[in-house]
């Protein structure tokens, strides 16, 4: 980039050229699973790692690459890989610094299937898995053994929403020679400048805000560190992974509105969140722009904004029963897991199972916050609600 611009402007201009002789702002969708080489001596030097010429489908296309540079340059990274799915981006990371007799740390409110894939890691791979306490900050020092290699973090974790000091941590890491991978998704690379604060690697589940619709599983692994994108690439190679062009193209379709769509999905959940703050049937909200949420000072800090997801805590005076009869009697929240759609979800946790030492009572109910007007949604909490008295 030349000349410095506003985030919003950048998504709409980037580096993107378009070829010779058709202008026009998308990018092309180039399919192939074969790339034809002129003549043998090209074939024999053509070097999959080099992205400035292409060898196989898999490896990468103009598409790719494309969605590739501008999803590097929005996190302000210098490299990325694509992988099918958040999750494959996670698996991508592990699978590049994880041997045999190595350990890992992870906070204990980190996403689920991450924290799944950590035990298989133990169970099977001989690594051990531990898991931090996610507000532990510069204590994580005590923690780092001689073979810990890699420490998970999510910021927030993205159902319980505590907030984790993230320079505490990296500079704790750095200290030891540990490598930090950061679950940004939350942010959308929109409201944290995670490489700023010492991260080492940040995952992107672009299923979330960068598609926007609701109908693409994709994700990223975006790093500054050229010896550190080539371990993960060897990583994205030996496991094979690639991604359709025409999702590559959805993603990159949702890029110029992501900060408008992130800025409308946060206005309107503090909205939502202030609404339920000031409800009796709620003893907590867990939205890191709010007090009740652990590590809301570090939020305030560190980033620039807050996404559509929180959840709430009921009063431990109703039951399960009551709360799931609340989630089933919402009509415009509908029932399901992911978020950053237009569409607004609810979600009730068994937290109390999921997370050591969880100190409140009460059931836990995530919101997702759509792009439905704001009024809607606390009507919508509003009359549902009322069935709780009944
Ligand atoms: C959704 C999500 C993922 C995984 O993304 P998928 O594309 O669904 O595999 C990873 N981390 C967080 C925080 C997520 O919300």
């Known amino acids: 980039m030349t000349t410095k611009k506003s985030p919003q402007t950048s998504l709409i201009h980037s580096d993107y050229t378009p070829p010779a002789g058709f202008g026009a702002f998308p990018p092309a969708i180039h399919h192939a699973s074969t790339v034809l080489f002129p003549n043998v001596a090209a074939l024999r030097s053509g070097d999959w790692k080099d992205k400035s010429a292409y060898t196989y489908g898999l490896h990468g296309t103009p598409t790719t690459f494309t969605l590739e540079a501008r999803l590097a340059e929005i996190e302000g990274g210098s490299d990325c890989l694509l992988a099918p799915s958040g999750l494959a981006a996670i698996a991508m990371v592990d699978f590049a610094l994880l041997k045999t007799g190595d350990d890992i740390l992870l906070p204990d409110n980190i996403y689920n299937p991450n924290r799944v894939l950590g035990n298989w890691l133990q169970d099977t791979m001989g690594i051990t898995a531990r898991y931090y306490d996610p507000l532990i900050g510069a204590g994580i020092a005590q923690l780092i053994r001689p073979n810990t290699r890699l420490i998970w973090a999510e910021a927030p974790g993205s159902v319980s929403m505590e907030v984790p000091d993230l320079p505490a941590i990296c500079a704790a890491a750095k200290d030891k020679g540990v490598v930090v991978a950061l679950d940004n998704t939350w942010s959308a690379g929109i409201a944290l400048r995670a490489f700023d604060l010492g991260v080492d690697i940040v995952v992107q589940a672009l299923t979330k805000y960068q598609s926007g619709g609701a109908d693409v599983l994709m994700g990223a692994v975006i790093t500054q560190d050229k010896s550190l994108h080539d371990r993960l690439a060897l990583s994205h190679m030996r496991l094979g992974y690639g991604v359709g062009a025409d999702d590559a193209y959805l993603v990159m379709r949702g890029l110029p509105t992501l900060k408008l769509r992130f800025d409308a999905h946060d206005a309107g959940a503090r909205k939502v969140a202030a609404w339920l703050k000031a409800r009796p049937e709620i003893t907590k909200v867990l939205h890191p722009a709010f007090e009740d949420c652990p590590g809301h000072d570090t939020w305030k800090r560190d980033f620039t904004g807050a996404g559509g997801l929180f ?51 009460g059931i836990l109910v995530r919101f997702n916050i759509g792009l439905e007007d704001p009024d809607d949604l606390i009507a919508d909490i509003e009359a549902a609600l009322a069935l709780l008295q009944s």
């Open 311 to 361: 959840s709430v805590l009921f009063d431990a005076r109703y039951s399960e029963e009551q709360t799931d009869r609340f989630v089933d009697a919402l009509k415009l929240f509908k029932i399901g897991f992911s978020w950053g759609g237009p569409n607004s979800l609810c979600v009730p946790y068994r937290i109390q199972a999921m997370r050591r030492g969880w100190p409140d009572a």
